[in-house]
């Protein structure tokens, strides 16, 4: 469902001319980036421990000794 205000935004982004356009869509990205990066607040140290529970009872030099040799053919 639009709004009004993105219809008549709509409206008049397509009066302008192809540049313009161009140069608001590359506004508009940096504007939304700036804002999901803002409200985000998420951090990769979120991530700290997820899925540890796979490499229970796997040794860990065993694994990549293993994945080493895999590479060889």
């Known amino acids: 469902m639009q709004t009004r205000a993105y219809a008549e935004s709509l ?6 001319d192809l540049s313009d356009q161009i140069k608001l869509i590359d506004k508009l990205t940096a504007l939304v980036r700036r804002r999901l990066t803002t409200h985000l607040g998420h951090s990769i140290l979120e991530l700290q421990g997820l899925g540890k529970e796979i490499w229970q009872g796997i040794d860990a030099q065993e694994y990549v000794d293993r994945e080493r040799a895999s590479w060889n053919g």
């Not at 409206?11 to 302008?16: R, T």
């Open 11 to 16: 409206d008049l982004m397509q009066q302008l």
